[in-house]
T-cell receptor, first 114, second 111 residues
Framework: EAQVTQNPRYLITVTGKKLTVTCSQN?????MSWYRQDPGLGLRQIYY???????DKGDVPEGYKVSRKEKRNFPLILESPSPNQTSLYFC?????????????FGNGTRLTVT | GESVGLHLPTLSVQEGDNSIINCAYS??????FIWYKQESGKGPQFIID?????DKRQGQRVTVLLNKTVKHLSLQIAATQPGDSAVYFC??????????FGAGTRLTVKP
């Protein structure tokens, strides 16, 4: 089944403790992206990657890092999480940046930073 | 600045009725629009899209209308079913890297 898989689904951590949220897609997609979803703000892009070893900042990259060593994986790293990073995170992928390439989303990771 | 917004945050309809979810956009340079559906505990799911050179596009039970004059986008769902209950997002883009999402409208279908 074609899908985007995020892990973990739920994560509670403390301020300053490094964490990684994994994202993997099995569709051989070139484009991958991370979003955070907050009430009333919609989905905001954190980082994106157009292909292996190519990553760029989105609208809200502060406090996050990503890597794209393999085509299928695009982990999101929080080196020193803070409470304002408490949010619902989504990874997404698409075959390209063309118009007829809709984004496929994972089921989300709900992160709480205390 | 440019933004994508929604007229109503919630919509409640009776099962079997038609639903209309609205979206306003302000970026005149956007030329591709998408509707996503997000069910509880899941990620957004693509429903239907439309390019700016079109006014209307139909799918299975769904229709998207684009009015470029007033920068308005709508999603019509025919014969709404309980399974249609979800949050619906509009998004505007020129490519996947420049996609802007609305905050969402929560559709509730009453039996």
């Amino acid at each position: 089944e074609a899908q985007v898989t995020q892990n973990p689904r739920y994560l509670i951590t403390v301020t300053g403790k490094k964490l990684t949220v994994t994202c993997s897609q099995n569709m051989n997609h070139e484009y991958m992206s991370w979003y955070r979803q907050d009430p009333g703000l919609g989905l905001r892009q954190i980082y994106y990657s157009m292909n292996v070893e190519v990553t760029d900042k989105g609208d809200v990259p502060e406090g996050y890092k990503v890597s794209r060593k393999e085509k299928r994986n695009f982990p999101l790293i929080l080196e020193s999480p803070s409470p304002n990073q408490t949010s619902l995170y989504f990874c997404a992928s698409s075959s390209s940046m063309a118009y007829n390439s809709p984004l496929h989303f994972g089921n989300g990771t709900r992160l709480t930073v205390t | 600045g440019e933004s994508v917004g929604l007229h109503l945050p919630t919509l409640s309809v009776q099962e079997g009725d038609n639903s209309i979810i609205n979206c306003a956009y302000s970026n005149s340079a956007s030329d591709y629009f998408i509707w996503y559906k997000q069910e509880s505990g899941k990620g957004p799911q693509f429903i239907i899209d439309i390019r700016s050179n079109m006014d209307k596009r139909q799918g299975q039970r769904v229709t998207v209308l684009l009015n470029k004059t007033v920068k308005h986008l709508s999603l019509q769902i025919a014969a709404t079913q309980p399974g249609d209950s979800a949050v619906y997002f509009c998004a505007e883009t020129r490519n996947n890297n420049d996609m802007r999402f609305g905050a969402g409208t929560r559709l509730t279908v009453k039996p």
